[in-house]
C-alpha cells in the first residue's frame, strides 16, 4: 500500500480511536438522533404523510450546529496540546494531514446521516413514500454535510481554542445560512450569483429529487477550496 | 550525522538562531546548552524540518533538510514538554506513531514491546496517558521518537519532570543509544549534558559561543590558577616570599580568623607553574603551618555562566 495513502488511514483510524474511546462521539450521536427524531415525528404526525422534504430542509439547520461540534477539536486541540509538532515532524506531508482529519470527519458525519435511515425505512414500511426523491436527498445532504464539514476543518485550523473553533464554524455557516435568506431582498441581478454561490439554493434544487452535475460540482469545489484553505493555514507557520 | 552551515532563523526582525555551525557525528552524544530563549529548540525545530531555516543550511545523514520527508523519516523526535495524545493509551500513541514512521504492521506490536521495556513502561501500555505522571510521558515521548530507529536523535529536554531515579535511567537508555546513532539533545541542566555528553555547545542570543569536550570548554574559559591555602603562622611573610618568587601572583583574599588561621586565595594566570609546592616551601621557611590546600578547579557552571553572560 502507498505510505502516504497507509498514513492517511492512519490517522483517520487514531481519530476514530479518539472519538470511540472518550463519550464525545456517543453524546453527539445521541443528542443528534434526539432533536432529529424530534423534527422527524413533529412533521410526520403534523402532515401525516409518507414525505421527508420538510426534515431534510431542518436537517441542513441541524448540520450547522452539529458539524461544527464534531470538526472543532480536529485540528485545534493538536495546536494546543502541542501534537502537532509531533504531527508535523512525521514523514507525511500537509495535505495528506488535512485528508486524514477531513476524512475521519466526514465518516463520523456519514455514520450519523446513516443512523437516520431509520426513518425513510419506517416511512415506507408506513404508507407509499418516494424512494427515488430520498435518496436525492441523501445525497444532497452527504454533499452539503462534506463542504460544512471542510468550512468547520478550516474553523479549527485557524485557532488554538476549540471553542472559538466551534464558533467560527457556526458563524461562518450561518452567515451562508442568513444570506440564503435574506436573498429576495437583494437586486435580480445579485441574487443570480447569490443562487450560484449559496449551497443552501444548490442543497433545496437537489431535495426536489433531481441530481445535476452542477450542483455536485459545486459542493465538491466549496470543499476543496476549504481544504486547500485548511493546508494553507497549516503551511503558514513556516513561511512567517 | 548532523551538519549544518551558517543556519539562521528569523522571527520577524529577530534572529532566533543567527549562522549556526556546527556538526554532530555518528555514534556521538552532542548537548546543546544555553539559556530559556537561547534558540535551542527553534535550532531542533528546523533540524526536524518543523520550520524552515531563513537561510543557511543543514543536512541529516548528507541529506538536505529541504527534502524534509527523507529527513523526517531518519529522524526520531522529542519536542519539549513530550507532547503525546493524552485521549489514548499508551499501546494506542504508540501504535499510532509507529504506523505514521512506517514500522511494518507484522513487526509494530514487538517493536512497542521492546522499546516500552527500554524506557521502562511496561505494565503501563494500556494506561490512558493523561493518567499518567509528567516522568511516565516523557518516557512515552521518548519511547515513540525511537520506535521506527531512527539513525539521529533530536531531544528536546528529555529529561525535565522526572525523578532523580529515572533521570538515572534516561541518561543511561541515551548513552547507550549514543553509541550507534547520531544524538543532539538540549538541556540546561548542566549535570546532565555533563554525565551524557560526549561534546557540548553553548548557544546564546541564537549564537554558538562555545563548542568542544568538557575539558576543552573548561581550558577555554578558565581564567588560570585558583589556590585556597588554609595556613597558621605569618601569612604575610608567606605573601611577600610568593610574589617575590611570581610577580604575576595576585591574592584574591585574605582572611584572619580570630584562632590565628589565615584563608588565602592565591590566583596566578598560567596554570602550569608549581605554585603550590612554592606556598608549601614558603609556609615551612616562615616556621608556618599549613592545614589546608586545594586547587578550585574550573566547574562548567562557570564555562556557562560567562559564555552566556550570566544571562541564566
Known amino acids: ?240 | 550525522m548532523i551538519q549544518t552551515k551558517r543556519l539562521s532563523r528569523l522571527y520577524g526582525e529577530k534572529h532566533a538562531v543567527r549562522e549556526l555551525s556546527f556538526h554532530v557525528r555518528h555514534g556521538e552524544v552532542m548537548g546543546l546548552l544555553g539559556p530559556n530563549g537561547a534558540g535551542k529548540s527553534t535550532t531542533m525545530k528546523m533540524l526536524t524540518c518543523f520550520l524552515p531555516p531563513s537561510s543557511g543550511t543543514a543536512r541529516i545523514d548528507g541529506i538536505d533538510i529541504q527534502q524534509d520527508l527523507d529527513v523526517r523519516r531518519r529522524v526520531g523526535y522529542l519536542p519539549e514538554h513530550a507532547p503525546s495524545y493524552n485521549d489514548l493509551n499508551v499501546h494506542g500513541h504508540l501504535s499510532f506513531m509507529g504506523r505514521m514512521y512506517g514500522v511494518p504492521v507484522a513487526t509494530l506490536n514487538d517493536k512497542i514491546c521492546e522499546m516500552s521495556a527500554a524506557c521502562g513502561l511496561e505494565g503501563r501500555l494500556h494506561q490512558r496517558i493523561d493518567e499518567l505522571s509528567k516522568g511516565y510521558r516523557q518516557r512515552v515521548g521518548l519511547a515513540a521518537s525511537m520506535l521506527h530507529d531512527p539513525d539521529c536523535l533530536i531531544l528536546d529536554e528529555p529529561t525535565t519532570g522526572l525523578d532523580p531515579n529515572q533521570m538515572v535511567e534516561i541518561r543511561q537508555l541515551i548513552r547507550r543509544l549514543g553509541e550507534k546513532k547520531t544524538v543532539l539533545l538540549s538541556s540546561h541542566v548542566l549535570s546532565e549534558v555533563d554525565a551524557v555528553c560526549d561534546r557540548m555547545m553553548i548557544i546564546d542570543s541564537g549564537e554558538l559561543r562555545a563548542l568542544g569536550t568538557r575539558d576543552e570548554l573548561i581550558a577555554l574559559s578558565s581564567s588560570g590558577l585558583l589556590l585556597h591555602v588554609c595556613m597558621r603562622g605569618d601569612a604575610d611573610a608567606v605573601v611577600a616570599q610568593i610574589h617575590e618568587q611570581y610577580e604575576a601572583c595576585k591574592i584574591d583574599s585574605q582572611v584572619l580568623s580570630g584562632d590565628g588561621v589565615t584563608k588565602l586565595i592565591f590566583r596566578h594566570p598560567d596554570e602550569t607553574i608549581s605554585l603550590a609546592e612554592s606556598i608549601f616551601t614558603a609556609v615551612v621557611a616562615v616556621g608556618g603551618v599549613l592545614l589546608e590546600m586545594h586547587a578550585q578547579e574550573t566547574s562548567l557552571e562557570d564555562v556557562f555562566h560567562r559564555m552566556t553572560g550570566g544571562t541564566s
Not at chain 1, 66 to 79: N, Q, S, T, V
Not at chain 1, 94 to 100: A, N
Not at chain 1, 123 to 142: F, P, R, T
Open chain 1, 1 to 240: 500500500m502507498n505510505m502516504a495513502y497507509s498514513q492517511v488511514i492512519s490517522l483517520c483510524r487514531k481519530e476514530w480511536r479518539i472519538v470511540m474511546d472518550t463519550p464525545l462521539g456517543y453524546v453527539m450521536a445521541v443528542a443528534f438522533l434526539i432533536v432529529c427524531g424530534f423534527f422527524f415525528e413533529s412533521n410526520l404526525f403534523l402532515m401525516g404523510q409518507a414525505d421527508m422534504r420538510a426534515w431534510f430542509s431542518i436537517l441542513s439547520l441541524l448540520l450547522m450546529f452539529f458539524i461544527p461540534a464534531m470538526a472543532m477539536r480536529m485540528l485545534a486541540d493538536e495546536k494546543r496540546s502541542g501534537t502537532f509538532e509531533l504531527l508535523a515532524t512525521m514523514p507525511i506531508t500537509t495535505m495528506s494531514i488535512v485528508w486524514g482529519k477531513y476524512l475521519a470527519l466526514w465518516l463520523q458525519i456519514m455514520v450519523l446521516l446513516a443512523l437516520t435511515l431509520l426513518y425513510p425505512l419506517t416511512l415506507s414500511w408506513l404508507g407509499d413514500l418516494d424512494m427515488g426523491q430520498v435518496l436525492a436527498s441523501y445525497a444532497a445532504a452527504v454533499l452539503l454535510a462534506s463542504s460544512y464539514a471542510a468550512v468547520c476543518l478550516y474553523a479549527s485550523a485557524i485557532t488554538r481554542y476549540e471553542v472559538v473553533a466551534y464558533v467560527l464554524g457556526f458563524v461562518m455557516l450561518l452567515l451562508v445560512f442568513l444570506l440564503s435568506k435574506a436573498m429576495p431582498t437583494f437586486s435580480p441581478g445579485v441574487q443570480d450569483w447569490m443562487v450560484l454561490l449559496s449551497p443552501l439554493s444548490h442543497y433545496q434544487s437537489m431535495l426536489r429529487g433531481l441530481i445535476r452535475l452542477s450542483d455536485v460540482m459545486f459542493f465538491i469545489t466549496m470543499s476543496g477550496v476549504f481544504l486547500t484553505l485548511t493546508w494553507f493555514e497549516l503551511e503558514r507557520r513556516r513561511w512567517r
